[in-house]
């Protein structure tokens, strides 16, 4: 937030996460039932070259309350042992 502070995460995020293993949220609609689980993907991204990616956002934090907010995405580089993080985004939600 403007402050600087994290958002919190929605039950959904921990539950991927594996912070939260009693009750495991399942999404509605069109979607699947979710599977706890991960992969392993692999992707050489040269300089200046753009690997595009996609999250729906208000799945993982809550951001319900208007403000203005700041977002960077991270990964880590196994090869480094160094994060590699994205452009930021600032995001306003209004009321």
Known sequence: DEQGNKLPETTYYQAVRGKQKDEVPQPVGKFSPITIGGSILSKTVQPGEIFPDGMILNKLIDITCPGRYTIIVRRLDEATKSY???NTI???VTK
Do not use: E, K, P
């Open 84 to 86: 590699v993080g994205s």
């Open 90 to 92: 600032t995001l306003t």
